[in-house]
């Protein structure tokens, strides 16, 4: 770069300060950092205070700025653009940054603000709350103080709520969500708290409701009323107890073990009836067959044609019935035991109509029962 020389007298030509625009004959300054020297080719006036690479900058300031034009601006660089806005208070030997948009908000801090998902999140990485898109800046600990445990000495994670909520704490020091109850939180085996303490979770796999009276929520609290017990399975309505033993039922026991459509129905039996879905079991299926009145034929051929429709809408009441009406199942299937076992006792009236019609059952159904009713009074009087 050109630079203006003048004489002096007795040494010969001097250097002088090579800013463009202006006359000015002041020798050339030198800059210090660390310690060291660094020649600037403009003078004190003139010269940049900026140092790259070890050495001084090659633009020219203004005779009042500290930095010249490129140095004053904020070093800030936004999609590939550099921000034209000016650093803090203009001095670029304390500020890289602008004010604005890019200077951590922390009152002396020199560093760039953070940015997360397009937010301006006003602090730089070291003084912001990690929390995800927090605004705010820590507290003692890595999070501020709506997202810091308000357990004594704890600087663990916990949700940002009302000060009164019991999630104002880690999961260590989480009390329990029970209005009044101050007793901490449940941990389950898999390291997993409860909203609720050991006193009021619900034992059932990853719920976080809240137990009534026994040890589990109502969604999971056995059916039969008066049992404390959990369901055996989720949705299967009953517990161990008072679930039918079949494989893959659900319905509730009426006797020992069996629910009435798996439960043999001669009377005094309470073993599993056949497979197949038959309402006696083996050997007094072979009882009832071998049962002969005056022509076996005739009715072997009308007891097959009732025992398959009165079968079926065993199954299907009794089945629909419980899932509908289970403060019922037990007069559901007393009434349809007696339709079996002893038919000249049982009235179409015995099951109440408003019960049949709250079931899958139709009307046919309900004619089919009144009509084989009728038939085996009618050989009875016979």
Request: hydrophobic share 25%; net charge neutral; charged share 25%.
């Amino acid at each position: 770069m050109f630079q203006r020389v003048y004489p002096s007298q007795g040494i010969g030509y001097e250097v002088t300060c090579a800013a463009a625009g202006t006359v000015c004959r002041n020798p050339p300054t030198a800059l210090k950092l660390n310690g060291q020297r660094i020649t600037s080719q403009y003078c004190q006036f003139h010269a940049c205070r900026q140092v790259e690479g070890g050495r001084a900058c090659p633009n020219a300031k203004l005779p009042r700025a500290v930095v010249c034009s490129q140095h004053i601006r904020c070093q800030a660089v936004d999609n590939g653009t550099r921000c034209n806005l000016d650093v803090k208070d203009g001095n670029s030997a304390l500020y890289r940054y602008c004010m604005p948009l890019h200077l951590c908000t922390l009152p002396g801090c020199e560093a760039q603000r953070t940015w997360h998902n397009g937010q301006d999140l006003a602090f730089c990485h070291e003084h912001r709350c990690e929390y995800d898109d927090c605004r705010n800046h820590k507290d003692t600990g890595p999070f501020c103080k709506d997202h810091t445990c308000d357990d004594t000495h704890c600087i663990a994670f916990a949700q940002g709520v009302d000060p009164e909520d019991p999630q104002r704490f880690c999961e260590r020091h989480r009390h329990c969500q029970k209005p009044q109850c101050r007793r901490l939180c449940h941990v389950r085996d898999n390291g997993q708290p409860s909203p609720f303490c050991g006193a009021h979770y619900c034992e059932a796999p990853d719920c976080e409701a809240e137990r009534e009276g026994g040890s589990h929520c109502r969604d999971h609290a056995c059916a039969e009323q008066g049992c404390l017990e959990g369901q055996e399975s989720p949705g299967s309505g009953y517990c161990k107890k008072h679930t039918c033993k079949t494989r893959n039922c659900r319905l509730r026991r009426l006797g020992k073990d069996y629910c009435p459509y798996h439960e043999c129905v001669y009377g005094g039996c309470e073993a599993e009836a056949m497979e197949g879905g038959f309402l006696f079991k083996g050997q007094h299926t072979s009882y009832v067959k071998t049962a002969t009145t005056i022509d076996e034929a005739v009715v072997d051929e009308q007891n097959e044609a009732h025992d398959s429709v009165n079968t079926i809408f065993a199954r299907s009441v009794t089945v629909k019935t419980q899932r509908l009406l289970r403060s019922n199942s037990a007069l559901v299937t007393s009434v349809l035991c007696q339709n079996v076992t002893d038919p000249g006792k049982l009235q179409s009236t015995d099951l109440p109509r408003a019960m049949l019609t709250d079931s899958f059952a139709t009307d046919t159904a309900v004619d089919k029962l009144a009509a084989t009713t009728r038939l085996r009074r009618d050989q009875a009087g016979a």
